[in-house]
C-alpha cells in the first residue's frame, strides 16, 4: 500500500533515518523540522499518516503539535505516531491524552514500526473513501452540514460499551475499575455470541482459549467486522504482539496494565469508531435520499428507471416477466384548488401509505411526481397484476381520506393503467408508454377504475 507519510523531527539525522525505512517500502516521505511546520504542512499537504517526534526546541512540542493537527477539521482524522526517547508511563499518557493512535519509543524497532503503520493506513483508507464519499454528497446536497458535536473532539467523553474477553481475574478488575466510570463493560470469556459493542478488548495471553482466534472470527464476522479491538500483550512478547496487529487489532497494550493507559487507548479507538459511524449514517442517509421522495416516502422517478431496467432485460433473456401499473389519483387538481397544497399533500402521504400497505414486499411502489404513481411488479404476468390493481383500487375508495382543516374526510379514488412486458424485443419506455396509455382509458371511461393493456400484436 502506497502513502503519504509526514515525518516531524528537528534532527536531520532522525528524519533522513526513517525516510530510508519508509522509501523502502515504497511510502512517499514529507519531512518538517518544527511543531508549527508540522501543523501547517499537515493542513496544506493532507498527508496520510504522521511520524511525530515529542522533543523540539523553541515553539510547540510534538504533544502541541498533535492537539493542533487533532483539533483541525482537515486534519483531524490523520492518525498520529508519536515518537520520542521518553519511555516513562506520564509521557506516554500525555501522548495518548494529546490524540495520537499511537506512541513509540527510540530506538524504534523496524518490524514493529511498519506493522503500527500498516495498521493505522488501513484503517486511514477507509475514512478516506467514506470522506470522500459525504463530500460528494454534501456537494450534490443529499448530505446536509453536519451540525452534531465532532466525535474526534479530544475534549469530549463518549460513554460506550465495552465487551472484555479474558480470564485473568486481576486483570479484569483492573479493566472494569479503569473504564467503568465512563463505560459499560461486558465480559465475555472465550468470545461466544460476539454482539457489535463499540470497543473489544481481548487477551492474547488468556490460557482458556486462543485470543488470535477471536480477533480473526471478529474481523471475518459481518457484526464485528468495523468493531475496533485492543488487544492486551505481554511487555516481552514482540512476536505475539506483531501477529495481534497482522490479525486486525487496531492498537495494543502491554502487561502490566496502567489503567490511565487502558481508559486513554480506549476512548482514542471508540472516538475514531463514532466517527466512521457517522460517516457511515450520513452516506446511508444520502443514499436514501436519492432514491426517496420526500413527501411520500415512496421510492422516486430515478429509482424507478434504475430497477425497471434490469428487470426487463432479465426478462427479455428468458427470466421471469415483470409488469407495471400507473396510478393517478382522480380530480387532484380540484382537490388542491379547494383545500389548498397543505391538504393536498396530507392526502398524497395517506395514499401513498395505504399503496405500500397493499403492495407484496417484492413490489416497488414509486412516485413519479405530482399525484402519478407507478408500481413496478416483478416476476407477474398481465392477469395477475390487473387483479392486484382492482384489490389497491378498491382499498384505495373503500375509506375516506382525513385531512387536518378540513371537517368532513374527503372521498379519493384512481385510475390504474396495467401493462405487461411482451416479448425478447418489448422495451422499458414501451410498457411505461402501455401503462400510461390504459390509464387514460381508465379516465376517458369515467375513472375509478382499471384497465390493462396487452402490446400491440406483430404484423
Known amino acids: ?81 508519536i515518537l520520542t526517547t521518553l519511555d516513562d508511563r506520564d509521557n506516554k499518557l500525555r501522548g495518548l491524552k494529546a490524540g495520537a493512535e499511537e506512541f513509540l519509543t527510540k530506538p524504534i524497532d523496524d518490524v514493529q514500526l511498519m506493522a503500527r503503520v500498516k495498521n493505522l493506513l488501513t484503517l486511514k483508507v477507509v475514512i478516506d473513501e467514506l470522506r470522500a464519499r459525504e463530500a460528494n454528497g454534501k456537494r450534490l446536497g443529499v448530505i446536509e452540514e453536519d451540525l452534531h458535536p465532532d466525535p474526534l473532539d ?37 468470545g461466544e455470541n460476539v454482539g457489535a459493542p463499540d470497543l473489544a478488548i481481548v487477551s492474547v495471553t488468556a490460557k482458556s482459549f486462543d485470543g488470535f482466534r477471536v480477533i480473526a472470527r471478529m474481523r471475518s464476522g459481518e457484526p464485528t467486522r468495523h468493531l475496533p479491538i485492543l488487544a492486551i500483550v505481554d511487555s516481552d512478547d514482540r512476536q505475539r504482539a506483531l501477529r495481534a496487529l497482522e490479525l ?56 424507478l428507471h434504475g430497477q425497471l431496467g434490469p428487470l426487463v432485460q432479465r426478462a427479455q433473456c428468458g427470466g421471469d416477466t415483470v409488469s407495471v401499473m400507473t396510478i ?74 382525513s385531512a387536518p382543516g378540513v371537517q368532513h374526510p374527503i372521498d379519493v379514488t384512481v385510475s390504474i393503467g396495467v401493462a405487461c412486458l411482451a416479448g425478447p424485443d418489448d422495451a422499458v419506455d414501451a410498457v411505461l408508454k402501455r401503462a400510461d396509455e390504459a390509464l387514460y382509458e381508465a379516465k376517458r371511461a369515467g375513472r375509478n377504475r382499471v384497465v390493462g393493456k396487452a402490446a400491440p400484436e406483430a404484423a
Not at 252 to 274: F, Q, W, Y
Not at 278 to 303: C, H, K, M, P, V
Not at 378 to 383: A, F, K, L, S
Open 328 to 401: 393517478d389519483i382522480d380530480h387532484f387538481k380540484h382537490l388542491n384548488d379547494s383545500f389548498g397544497h397543505d391538504v393536498g399533500d396530507a392526502v398524497l402521504r395517506e395514499f401513498a401509505v395505504r399503496l405500500a400497505s397493499n403492495v407484496r414486499p417484492s413490489d416497488f411502489a414509486c412516485r413519479m411526481g405530482g399525484e402519478e404513481f407507478v408500481v413496478i411488479m416483478p416476476r407477474t404476468g398481465g392477469d395477475i397484476a390487473c387483479l392486484a390493481a382492482e384489490r389497491l383500487r378498491r382499498q384505495i375508495c373503500a375509506s375516506p381520506f
Open 248 to 303: 486486525g487489532a487496531h492498537d495494543i497494550i502491554v502487561r502490566p496494565l496502567d489503567e490511565e493507559e487502558v481508559l486513554a487507548r480506549a476512548r482514542t479507538l471508540m472516538r475514531r469508531k463514532r466517527y466512521m459511524d457517522a460517516l457511515r449514517a450520513r452516506l446511508d442517509q444520502s443514499l436514501e435520499l436519492a432514491i426517496t421522495d420526500q413527501l411520500t416516502g415512496l421510492y422516486n422517478r430515478r429509482f
Open 154 to 190: 479530544q475534549h469530549r467523553v463518549f460513554s460506550g460499551n465495552v465487551l472484555l474477553i479474558d480470564d485473568n481475574q486481576n486483570q479484569i478488575k483492573r479493566i472494569e475499575a479503569a473504564l467503568g466510570v465512563e463505560h459499560r463493560v461486558t465480559l465475555l470469556n472465550g
Open 1 to 81: 500500500m502506497s502513502a503519504r507519510i509526514l515525518i516531524v523531527d528537528d534532527l536531520e539525522a532522525n528524519r533522513r533515518l526513517l525516510e530510508a525505512k519508509l522509501t523502502g517500502e515504497y511510502y512517499d516521505v514529507l519531512m518538517a523540522q518544527r511543531g508549527e511546520e508540522a501543523v501547517q504542512t499537515a493542513k496544506r499537504e493532507r498527508p496520510d499518516l504522521i511520524l511525530l517526534d515529542v522533543m523540539m526546541p523553541g515553539g510547540i512540542d510534538g504533544y502541541e503539535a498533535c492537539r493542533r493537527i487533532k483539533a483541525q477539521p482537515e486534519t483531524g482524522h490523520i492518525p498520529v505516531i
